[in-house]
């Protein structure tokens, strides 16, 4: 698919396929996390819905508040070339000083907080086929399934879609290698320290929800032995 061309109306994203337009309202509870022992079970590499592509998420931050959300960015590509053979830009961005960011390490979710059902809330989700920002929340299904789901401003008819997680060796489109073993062994280590008290706006927003459903289970997609072909 390119990304250096206006987008046809037969477009299909695919990270949020068909999640523009929807119109959304409540649903149930928002709070700060419960404190854990271990790192982030989200952290990691994960298959996007489509098969198309690969986030890795991880600390916002190595220090201060960005330390204590989520983030999450491209770095694996099923087709990393245009039909011109260069690689893949953020042509579709809503802002024209943008379209020439590389798709290969583009964040694509930002500001996850985390939640008392074990779920992150309140971030962001960016969809670079769309060239448009959703509101996001990640939970995990299971160890090796994850539910992602955007929405606008407050949940009703959001859209969720699994992420089935990638192996850690898997080859990132930048050319540079998986990090070794011993590596990512240290990092899941690091905890993101408790989140500090939300300010005021987050407040408000929390207030609006209401709060937040668990996603419902969504049929399991197959993972690939050694990832998508």
């Given at each position: ?15 949020l396929t068909?999640?523009?337009?929807l ?6 509870g ?9 790192p ?13 592509g ?8 190595e ?23 260069q ?5 579709y961005?809503e802002?024209?000083q ?14 996850l907080?985390p ?12 969809d670079p086929?769309q060239?448009?920002s ?8 299971s160890?090796d399934?994850?539910?992602l789901t955007?929405?606008?401003?407050i949940k009703f ?7 089935k ?9 930048n ?24 300010d ?6 929390a207030e609006?929800m209401?709060?937040?459903?668990v996603?419902r ?8 032995a050694?990832?998508?072909?």
């Open positions: 698919m390119r990304h250096d061309q206006h987008v046809p109306k037969s477009y299909t994203p695919w990270l068909g999640i523009s337009g119109f959304l309202a409540a649903t149930a928002l709070g700060a996390a419960a404190p854990d022992t271990g982030p079970r989200e952290m990691g590499l994960w298959f996007n819905h489509s098969g198309k690969a986030v890795e998420i991880r600390p916002c931050a220090t201060g508040r960005g330390s204590n959300y989520l983030c999450g960015f491209i770095v694996w590509l099923k087709d990393p070339m245009n039909k011109k053979g690689p893949l830009s953020d042509g961005n802002n024209p943008k379209r020439t960011r590389p798709i290969c390490g583009l964040p694509v979710l930002g500001s907080r939640m008392s059902d074990g779920s992150w809330d309140l971030g962001w989700v960016y086929e060239g448009k959703f509101d996001a929340a990640i939970q995990l299904r160890a399934s994850l539910i955007g929405y606008k401003g008819f959001s859209k969720q879609f699994v992420w997680r990638a192996p850690d060796d898997l080859p990132r489109c050319g540079t290698a998986a990090a070794p073993a011993s590596d990512r062994q240290a990092a899941a280590k690091v905890r993101a320290p408790t989140p500090p008290l939300p005021k706006a987050s407040v408000a927003r609006q209401g709060g937040l459903v996603p289970p969504v049929p399991a997609v197959k993972q690939p050694a990832g998508p072909r």
